[in-house]
C-alpha cells in the first residue's frame, strides 16, 4: 500500500522560495508504478493542479505557474519535492502531492501540509 | 487553461440520486476521455473515486457513476447516504498534459 507524507516549512516569506517534500513508501519513485504531482488548495478554495512528474524525472508544468516551480526525484530518499520561487500571499494554500496509476486520475494522495506566505 | 464550471452546491435526501455536472470545452473535457471525480471531506485530503469517465477504483461504492456527454461530465451519486455530503470536484486533461480542476461543489444532504 503506497502512502505519500509531505514536509517543510510551514511558513515562508514574501518573495522567498517554498520547498516541499514528498517522501513515498510502499513503492519506489522510479518504479514508473506511479506518476507523481503536487496540488494546492488556498483556504477556502478549489483545487489546482501545479505540475506532474514522472519516474524518468520528466516534467509538466501547470503554464502559468511554470517560470517559479521545478520538480525533481530524489531515488536514493524515495522522494520527490516542489520548488516554488518568489512567493507571494497567493501562495499560501494546503499543498498536497500526489500519485496517480490512472491516466491523470491520482488515486494516492498525502494527507496536505499547510504553507503559509507572511512577512 | 480556465478552470472547469461546476455548480457551487447540489443537494438531494437520503435514498434519492443527485446529479453534479462540469463542464469544459473542447479543449479539455469534450477532447478527452480523462476525467476524473474527487471527494473531499473538510480538512483531509481528496478521494479519487471516478477516473475516465466513467471508471471505479476498488473500493468505491457503485452508487458513484460518471457520464460525459460533449464537454460537460456528470458525476451521479445513486441512493444518497449522510456519508456522502462532501466537497466534489471534477478535474479533466487539458492537452499536453495539462490538467485542470473545476471549482467544486458542495453536496449537502439534507
Known amino acids: 500500500q503506497v502512502q505519500l507524507q509531505e514536509s517543510g516549512p510551514g511558513l515562508a516569506k514574501p518573495s522567498e522560495t517554498l520547498s516541499l517534500t514528498c517522501t513515498v513508501s510502499?513503492?519506489?519513485?522510479?518504479?514508473?508504478?506511479?506518476?507523481w504531482t503536487w496540488v494546492r488548495q488556498p483556504p477556502g478554495k478549489g483545487l489546482e493542479w501545479i505540475g506532474f512528474?514522472?519516474?524518468?524525472?520528466?516534467?509538466k508544468y501547470k503554464p502559468s505557474l511554470e517560470s517559479r516551480v521545478t520538480m525533481s526525484l530524489d531515488t536514493p530518499k524515495n522522494q520527490f519535492s516542489l520548488m516554488l520561487t518568489s512567493v507571494t500571499a497567493a501562495d499560501t494554500a494546503v499543498y498536497y502531492c500526489?500519485?496517480?496509476?490512472?491516466?491523470?486520475?491520482?488515486?494516492?494522495w498525502g494527507q496536505g501540509t499547510t504553507v503559509t506566505v507572511s512577512s | 487553461q480556465s478552470a472547469l464550471t461546476q455548480p457551487p452546491s447540489a443537494s438531494g435526501s437520503p435514498g434519492q440520486s443527485v446529479t453534479i455536472s462540469c463542464t469544459g470545452t473542447?479543449?479539455?473535457?469534450?477532447?478527452?476521455?480523462?476525467v476524473s471525480w474527487y471527494q473531499q471531506y473538510p480538512g483531509k485530503a481528496p478521494k479519487l473515486m471516478i477516473y475516465?469517465?466513467?471508471k471505479r477504483p476498488s473500493g468505491v461504492p457503485d452508487r458513484f457513476s460518471g457520464s460525459k456527454s460533449g464537454n460537460t461530465a456528470s458525476l451521479t451519486v445513486s441512493g444518497l447516504q449522510a456519508e456522502d455530503e462532501a466537497d466534489y470536484y471534477c478535474?479533466?486533461?487539458?492537452?499536453?498534459?495539462?490538467?485542470?480542476f473545476g471549482g467544486g461543489t458542495r453536496l449537502t444532504v439534507l
Open positions: 478535474s479533466s486533461h487539458a492537452g499536453s498534459n495539462n490538467l485542470v
Open positions: 510502499g513503492d519506489s519513485v522510479s518504479s514508473g508504478s506511479y506518476y
Open positions: 500526489a500519485g496517480g496509476r490512472f491516466y491523470y486520475g491520482m488515486d494516492v
Open positions: 512528474i514522472w519516474n524518468t524525472g520528466s516534467t
Open positions: 473542447s479543449s479539455d473535457v469534450g477532447g478527452y476521455n480523462y
Open positions: 475516465e469517465v466513467t
